[in-house]
């Protein structure tokens, strides 16, 4: 029951976003789409290696700020053991006043559910999780963007273990409209 709340919650949010972002005019603008590979680490004693697919959409809120809405799938393996996490982030996103190659600074915030509540000894409370998000980058030109990102996962102390993972990512990605 807590897996079909959590996805139609996120759905709702993910298809309702372009709907207060009117291309062109009104205060928020859609800008474009991000779609984005990320490759990493666990920074925990236990150095799984991680995949994440994000899918960014970028809403003008000021000259340099965006909110960013990114629907994430993760994958955590080692050793024969697997996880997946699956959720949704807001991220604000400011980026500074240049052209061509601009640097980005990223922090944020979201919800997540994961295949397993425990992971290579990592208590993890429940399968539903909290993320906290900070990193930075360059987007390259109007195109293609590269960033570091810190990602910890954790139950917020909701429920009686709360290990946490604690990863980080070199993240690519590709813009489009």
Known sequence: MKLKIFFILLLLLIFNLPSYAEEGGGDYQLKRYELAVAGGTSLNAEKTTQVMLILGMNVKTKPNLFLRVEPTLEYFT????????????????????????????????????????????????????????????????????????????????????????????IVFGVYFK
Do not use: C, W
């Open 78 to 169: 080692k050793e024969g053991h697997q996880m997946f996490v699956g959720g949704s982030s807001l991220v604000l996103r400011f980026v500074a006043p240049h052209k061509g190659i601009t640097p980005f600074v990223d922090m944020g915030a979201g919800a997540n559910f994961s295949t397993r509540n425990n992971f290579l000894g990592r208590r993890l409370g429940d399968h539903f999780l909290f993320d906290l998000i900070l990193g930075g980058g360059f987007n390259l030109g109007k195109r293609y963007s590269i960033s570091y990102r810190y990602r910890h996962l954790s139950d917020a102390g909701l429920f009686t273990y709360n290990d946490g993972i604690d990863s980080h990512y």
